[in-house]
């Protein structure tokens, strides 16, 4: 793997997102991109009620389209590592215990755990009584482009697939002012195999490569990053750019 550019295929893929469920309705969706509002929960009845019950909106996307990716996939899927990748994580929830903090009120133990960054993997290992390891990451503007090098990076440790989830919400109306991005509550997921898989199964591989760039170029903000690497995938494009944080991270496919 070299140090500024990774290549892996998807084996399988899920989105979710309010009032966007099926497949059609995600790629009229990347045709004709409009802002994703809010609106019903997913339902994750794969998940035992218990533990469902505990997730929030966020986590219930997040676990939503985790459990579609790996539908069907009964041998290997108990052994396949994950990385949850949130920019912003359960924001909401933090913000209700910082709350309690500024008015002396006892903070709920519960509430904190699931407030975490990795408050949704764990979820889904529990569940699942998961034997590999699983990664949360955040990293700004970036948080796409490092899900997808730490996934190849277990791919390149040996790992036969991995399995990739990016989710994120709206922010809370007090933090709306740093927003960069027009925030949509959305989730999706890929199963990620090694490059050299995709001959045999007739499956794109997907590059994703970065350099430097002068940091007073202008930044791509319209539209979460995590959206337009999902339209990007979703609509075929050969390829797809966008510059954040000194960088410029070139997407691409070849068949």
Same mark, same amino acid.
């Given at each position: 793997?070299?140090?500024?550019?990774?290549?892996?295929?998807? &084996?399988? #893929? &899920?989105?979710?997102?309010?009032?966007?469920?099926?497949?059609?309705?995600?790629?009229?969706?990347?045709?004709?991109?409009?802002?994703?509002? &809010?609106? *019903?929960?997913? @339902?994750?009845?794969? !998940? $035992?009620?218990? %533990?469902?019950?505990?997730?929030?909106?966020?986590?219930?996307?997040? %676990?939503?389209?985790?459990?579609?990716?790996? /539908?069907?996939?009964?041998?290997?899927? #108990?052994?396949?590592?994950?990385?949850?990748?949130?920019?912003?994580? /359960?924001?909401?929830?933090?913000?209700?215990?910082?709350?309690?903090?500024?008015?002396?009120?006892?903070?709920?133990?519960? @509430?904190?755990?699931?407030?975490?960054?990795?408050?949704?993997?764990?979820?889904?290992?529990?569940?699942?009584?998961?034997?590999?390891?699983?990664?949360? =990451?955040?990293?700004?503007?970036?948080?796409?482009?490092?899900?997808?090098?730490?996934?190849?990076?277990?791919?390149? /440790?040996? *790992?036969?697939?991995?399995?990739?989830?990016?989710?994120?919400?709206? =922010?809370?109306?007090?933090?709306?002012?740093?927003?960069?991005?027009?925030?949509?509550?959305?989730?999706?997921?890929? =199963? !990620?195999?090694?490059?050299?898989?995709?001959?045999? *199964?007739?499956?794109?591989?997907?590059? %994703?490569?970065?350099?430097?760039?002068? $940091?007073?170029?202008?930044?791509?903000? &319209? !539209? $979460?990053?995590? =959206?337009?690497?999902?339209?990007?995938? %979703?609509?075929?494009?050969?390829?797809?750019?966008?510059?954040?944080?000194?960088?410029?991270?070139?997407?691409?496919?070849?068949?």
């Amino acid at each position: 793997m070299q140090t500024n550019k990774v290549q892996f295929s998807v &084996a399988a #893929h &899920a989105a979710w997102a309010p009032n966007l469920v099926t497949n059609q309705e995600w790629n009229d969706w990347a045709e004709a991109p409009f802002v994703i509002q &809010a609106g *019903a929960e997913p @339902s994750v009845l794969k !998940m $035992p009620s218990m %533990l469902r019950r505990r997730a929030g909106f966020l986590g219930k996307m997040a %676990l939503e389209v985790a459990y579609q990716c790996l /539908d069907g996939r009964t041998s290997d899927q #108990h052994t396949i590592p994950t990385v949850f990748c949130s920019r912003h994580g /359960d924001v909401s929830r933090a913000m209700e215990l910082l709350a309690n903090v500024v008015q002396n009120e006892p903070l709920s133990p519960t @509430s904190f755990g699931l407030a975490v960054h990795n408050a949704s993997a764990g979820l889904f290992s529990i569940a699942r009584s998961d034997q590999a390891n699983h990664i949360a =990451l955040a990293a700004g503007q970036c948080t796409i482009e490092h899900g997808v090098i730490e996934a190849c990076s277990l791919l390149a /440790d040996g *790992a036969p697939s991995v399995l990739l989830v990016v989710f994120d919400n709206c =922010l809370p109306s007090l933090l709306s002012q740093f927003e960069d991005c027009e925030e949509q509550p959305h989730a999706w997921a890929w =199963l !990620m195999v090694p490059a050299v898989s995709a001959v045999s *199964a007739e499956r794109n591989v997907i590059q %994703l490569s970065w350099k430097a760039v002068e $940091p007073n170029l202008p930044e791509q903000n &319209a !539209m $979460p990053a995590s =959206l337009e690497v999902l339209k990007f995938y %979703l609509r075929g494009d050969p390829v797809f750019e966008r510059t954040a944080e000194r960088r410029l991270w070139s997407w691409s496919r070849s068949a």
